[in-house]
């Protein structure tokens, strides 16, 4: 875990989904699979030839943005695929029922941050897919908003998913945090906006943030 900045006051906890409130390395990786086997046969070629494709898409633009990760919507879209065609294959395709099952530490972190913050979720899923991995989990309850991909219209790192959650949460960009996984897709752009921003390694680091958070009320 990472701490790059946290606001004086926090009003709302922004959090990433994927490999943020569950780690699941063959699913975070049949996310990645199936929309390329997806646009494969689109284009009437070979899985490996297109994902190849892709990852050499990836690395030649992270080479002309310092480095920058892209999100796999936005690399879609420079293969014509539009942010609502990509909503709509995951929606189809991904099964967060196969792969996760409640998690009662999880549970407990976010049930304690809850009572304290304003819980938002913004992912570059489609709020179905949300709202089924966060049933799964067993902590759909515990979340004042959601923020996807479908209801947005676009992919993360962009200002509006980020914004709009804070809006919903009722809270100034400044007084919110953002948690996730990626910090080019989940930290860095909040940061530009004044929020806070935590970097995990994955939900094991998540249970540990009611003490984080703890700690810091009791320094103020
Ligand atoms: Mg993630």
Redesign the pocket.
């Known amino acids: 875990m990472k701490i790059f900045r946290l606001p004086e006051q926090c009003g709302a906890i922004l959090f990433?989904?994927?490999?943020?409130l569950y780690t699941h390395p063959q699913y975070?990786q049949s996310q990645i699979d199936l929309p390329i086997e997806r646009l494969a046969r689109m284009r009437g070629v070979s899985f490996d030839s297109m994902n190849k494709e892709i990852i050499c898409w990836r690395k030649n633009w992270a080479a002309g943005h310092q480095g920058q990760q892209i999100s796999l919507a936005n690399t879609f879209a420079a293969f014509g695929v539009s942010i609502s065609q990509s909503a709509t294959w995951r929606e189809e395709l991904y099964q967060p029922e196969q792969y996760l099952s409640k998690d009662k530490l999880l549970r407990a972190a976010l049930e304690e941050l809850a009572g304290r913050h304003v819980l938002a979720l913004v992912?570059?899923n489609p709020v179905s897919i949300a709202k089924r991995t966060l049933a799964v989990l067993g902590v759909d309850d515990l979340f004042h908003a959601l923020v996807g991909l479908d209801t947005c219209g676009y992919s993360k790192p962009h200002e509006e998913p980020f914004m709009r959650a804070a809006m919903l949460c009722g809270a100034a960009a400044e007084s919110c945090v953002s948690v996730?996984?990626?910090y080019d897709?989940?930290i860095a752009l909040p940061l530009q906006l004044g929020m806070g921003g935590i970097l995990v390694d994955g939900v094991e680091d998540v249970y540990r943030l009611p003490e984080l958070f703890c700690d810091r009320s009791n320094s103020i």
């Open positions: 990433d989904m994927d490999s943020t975070a992912t570059n996730g996984d990626r897709i989940d």
